[in-house]
């Protein structure tokens, strides 16, 4: 069993990036596609909670349903948004990690190395070539 868990989303560039810089530190995350097996009400409220962020925070805003819901409109409670990324899970932004170092919304996926309890074993770039960390495992500054 692994100490470091993804929500997980294959189809997003983002997602697929902070997977593979999570298996660049040698570790094989739990994935949970999340668009497939949600996580329960209670798991999603500690996930917000740990994360130390707004429920709002953590809402997609750039799919269809955030739209046809009318969720720009601020008049939700917590609960009610907590009931919409329940029954719309694409609500939910992605990837949300958890290691035992801290959970965090790694959007840029980068933000997952201030998580990770182990370090980079290599040199990593992004899907679209953008280096993020050098040959010798360090973090490459912008």
């Given at each position: 069993m692994s100490n470091v868990t993804i929500y997980h989303n294959p189809?997003?560039?983002?997602?697929?990036?902070?997977?593979?810089?999570?298996?660049?530190s040698g570790t094989e995350p739990t994935v949970i596609l999340y668009l497939e097996t949600p996580p329960s009400r209670e798991v999603l409220v500690k996930l917000i909670a740990d994360m130390g962020i707004t429920v709002r925070a953590l809402l997609r805003k750039n799919v269809e349903p955030y739209e046809q819901l009318g969720l720009a409109e601020d008049n939700f409670s917590d609960d009610q948004l907590i009931d919409f990324m329940l029954q719309h899970p694409i609500l939910i932004n992605r990837p949300i990690v958890v290691t035992p170092l801290g959970t965090k919304l790694c959007r840029p996926s980068e933000l997952v190395l201030d998580i990770l309890p182990e370090a980079q074993r290599g040199a990593f770039a992004k899907e679209d070539g953008e280096r993020v960390v050098d040959a010798q495992g360090k973090r490459v500054e912008k």
């Open positions: 189809a997003c560039g983002t997602s697929r990036n902070t997977l593979e810089l999570i298996r660049n």
